[in-house]
């Protein structure tokens, strides 16, 4: 809502004609807000994903039964260039307030007071939790609605400098080194659905604690980092799709690729591709216990069950 809708709510009330907004009754919409969700941890994790992938963390504070709360969510979901921008450039936490009596600690220590200005209003961060805006989205709007040019203005003018691929590489290469481990690096964009699925597989704790015995693991962002693409190509993935993965040593000499006999593994899913992913590791990695190759494969087994699961649904 608002400084205007809720100025003259207020009004209304005081006149007896009105319940003030954050006595509203709640709008006929599927819920935005998960109403029973910890946004404290939501925005630690939040904050750790922008972190390692060069992000902002974006903080929408809103209610279900605020109507402007759900024309904002509208405009984030049905604009392509917002949606985008979003899609690129944030990570979104969506903040229940309740009445204005939930999550206001958490409000306060990030200096965003939406008590006179109303909601949604948006506090955005970067990775190391430090707040780089407060806005109430009263200045975005233009007539009934969110002006999609001024609220992808907004995000244009807070989202992180992008950085070199080459740069990104060496420093984490750097580090592979210094702890005597192979340097996993993983190609891949915001819209591919499969390089989300492999990087959502390697986040597996159980997954992460064991490729943490051998590499260090580092995404470059093809289209968000500059001189991904051509990193990429440069390495041998040129036109063969993404996710695509090379493996290097301390001294960044190619050890091994995604590219099995001209093809992609990608992320490994079919049985032969999960194979080939096995041999790929031990070939890598010769220190990889049978032990720990067959709680991955067991890993990834599962996680192919879960997806054709997903697809008979």
């Not at 809720?6 to 209304?12: K, P």
């Not at 210094?178 to 699925?197: E, H, S």
Request: proline content about 4%.
């Amino acid at each position: 809502m608002n400084i205007r809708a809720l100025a003259l709510v207020t009004l209304l009330a005081l006149l007896g004609l009105a319940t003030p907004a954050f006595a509203q009754e709640p709008a006929k919409h599927a819920p935005v807000y998960d109403e029973q969700a910890d946004a404290a941890a939501e925005l630690a994790a939040a904050k750790m994903r922008a972190a390692a992938e060069n992000r902002r963390v974006l903080v929408v504070w809103g209610a279900n039964w605020c109507h402007w709360c759900v024309k904002l969510h509208g405009l984030c979901e049905s604009d392509a260039g917002v949606a985008k921008k979003l899609l690129y450039e944030y990570d979104v936490v969506r903040v229940d307030v309740g009445r204005f009596d939930k999550n206001m600690e958490l409000a306060q220590s990030l200096g965003a007071d939406f008590t006179q200005t109303g909601i949604p209003y948006l506090t955005i961060l970067d990775g190391a939790g430090k707040v780089l805006a407060n806005q109430e989205t009263g200045a975005l709007e233009l007539g009934e609605a969110h002006d999609p040019a001024k609220v992808i203005a907004f995000l244009a003018q807070h989202q992180a400098p992008y950085e070199k691929a080459a740069e990104v590489r060496d420093r984490v290469l750097k580090s592979a080194a210094a702890a005597g481990k192979k340097l996993l690096v993983t190609f891949d964009a915001p819209w591919c659905i499969w390089c989300k699925r492999f990087e959502a597989w390697l986040a597996k704790p159980e997954v992460a604690a064991l490729m943490a015995k051998h590499f260090v693991i580092q995404k470059i962002d093809v289209e968000r980092t500059l001189g991904g693409q051509e990193l990429c190509d440069g390495y041998g993935g040129k036109q063969l799709g993404i996710p695509w993965f090379a493996f290097l040593d301390g001294a960044g000499k190619t050890l091994g690729t995604s590219t099995i006999g001209g093809k992609n593994l990608g992320c490994p899913y079919e049985v032969e591709e999960i194979a080939a992913f096995g041999t790929l590791l031990r070939q890598v990695a010769p220190q990889l216990t049978a032990e720990d190759w067959s709680a991955l494969e067991r890993s990834l087994t599962a996680n192919r069950a879960a997806l054709e699961q997903q697809k008979h649904r």
